[in-house]
């Protein structure tokens, strides 16, 4: 699996150009790679082709780029990802929720904070 990272996206995007059907499942596995493999921006660019063609991307791919983008400090991307999930409906409260790193946990032990996604 590691080590593959330009195999994978080759195949990306030949199914992209060649209006592949469903990219969800393709499209999960592809982010776990880009995502262990701490390619983000491949990751976004990617999350926007699969949105720019009308397909809704899995919350839990959506939900994992966003992680990595907030302890990245990327929140023009983060902000760019969430936009493009809401055109596809209401997002999932957890989809809301901004991760804070451990150092950054409140006194009562709560690691997250809520952010309004607009």
Same mark, same amino acid.
């Given at each position: 699996?590691?080590? &593959?990272?330009? =195999? $994978?996206?080759? @195949?990306?995007?030949? *199914?992209?150009?060649?209006? !592949?059907?469903? !990219?969800? +499942?393709? #499209?999960?596995? +592809? %982010?776990?790679?880009?995502?262990? =493999?701490? &390619? @983000?921006?491949?990751? =976004?660019?990617? %999350?926007?082709?699969?949105?720019? @063609? ?6 839990? #791919? !959506?939900?994992?780029? &966003? /992680? ?8 023009? #991307?983060? $902000?760019? @990802?969430?936009?493009? *999930?809401?055109? !596809?409906?209401? +997002? ?10 451990? $150092? ?9 904070? /809520?952010?309004? $996604?607009?």
């Amino acid at each position: 699996r590691h080590g &593959k990272v330009a =195999e $994978a996206l080759e @195949l990306w995007g030949d *199914m992209v150009e060649n209006g !592949f059907g469903s !990219f969800t +499942l393709v #499209s999960d596995v +592809l %982010f776990d790679l880009l995502c262990d =493999e701490g &390619k @983000l921006e491949e990751a =976004e660019r990617c %999350f926007h082709q699969i949105t720019d @063609l009308g397909q809704k991307p899995s919350s839990i #791919s !959506f939900r994992r780029i &966003k /992680i990595l983008m907030q302890l990245a400090n990327r929140e023009e #991307s983060i $902000a760019g @990802l969430t936009e493009k *999930m809401a055109r !596809f409906g209401r +997002l999932l409260p957890e989809d809301c929720q901004r991760v804070r790193p451990p $150092a950054e946990t409140t006194p009562d032990g709560d690691d997250t904070e /809520i952010i309004i $996604a607009t």
